[in-house]
């Protein structure tokens, strides 16, 4: 149980292009999904945290037009990098608020290469 | 305001050797703790969690972890290494009594050596 999902799991793009980024609980209902972003050898950095039919809270320093985020459904969270660049780049992992509240389980992550 | 520091970004062990990766906290709360793993390019994946109760946690893949208030520790260990046990191990402290965020360690990569 407690599967989380992402998709694509590997995108590479062209400079000026938006991304958009799925992730989806597959077994339970998730309320709260939070984004994050790893650089290459560092911890993970919360982007964002996702709530269902509302509006995304953003971590300080993280620009809300350029990561714009959708909790449309209680199973799916979406993240949309938009006019992208190559900064950009980096492994974004998603995580979806467990039932029992405390535990957050992670997506495989989705690696994101702008050329 | 919480941080976790996990000491050694880099561990080396020998197959069957004990496993000690070492995390300290710092909560103004009763914390919630977690230790996750993260193989390359991948996902992470829980191991164990403290929230209350008993403050030796069993995980899995022979994974424990102690709470000790004291010393504001929830060092991880294992009795004997496996070559599958080599990847990248964060700590992490909750903010239960708001959103339940998760603060991470810098994480501690561990090899395991033939």
Same mark, same amino acid.
């Given at each position: 149980g407690a599967v989380v999902s992402q998709h694509p799991s590997r995108v590479i793009c062209k400079s000026g292009t938006s991304v958009k980024i799925e992730c989806r609980s597959l077994d339970f209902q998730a309320t709260t999904m939070f984004w994050y972003r790893q650089f290459p050898k560092k911890s993970?950095?919360?982007?964002? /945290?996702?709530? *269902?039919?509302? +509006?995304? /809270?953003? *971590?300080?320093?993280? *620009? +809300?037009? +350029?990561?714009?985020?959708?909790?449309?459904?209680?199973?799916?969270?979406?993240?949309?990098? /938009?006019s992208a660049h190559p900064e950009d780049s980096s492994f974004y992992i998603c995580s979806a608020q467990g039932t029992d509240l405390e535990t957050q389980y992670f997506g495989p992550g989705t690696r994101l290469l702008v050329l | 305001a919480q941080s976790v520091t996990q000491l050694g970004s880099h561990v080396s062990v020998s197959e069957g050797a004990l496993v000690l990766l070492r995390c300290n906290y710092s909560s103004s709360v009763p914390p919630y703790l977690f230790w996750y793993v993260q193989y390359p390019n991948q996902g992470l994946q829980l191991l164990l969690k403290y929230t209350t109760g008993a403050t030796l946690v069993k995980g899995i893949n022979g994974f424990e972890a102690e709470f000790k208030k004291s010393e504001t520790s929830f060092h991880l260990t294992k009795p004997s290494a496996h070559m599958s046990d080599a990847a990248e191990y964060f700590c992490a402290v909750s903010d239960w009594t708001g959103s339940y965020q998760l603060t991470f360690g810098k994480g501690t990569k561990l090899s395991v050596i033939p």
């Open positions: 993970l950095m919360l982007m964002a /945290t996702s709530n *269902e039919g509302s +509006k995304a /809270t953003y *971590e300080q320093g993280v *620009e +809300k037009d +350029k990561f714009l985020i959708n909790h449309a459904s209680l199973t799916l969270s979406t993240l949309t990098v /938009t | -």
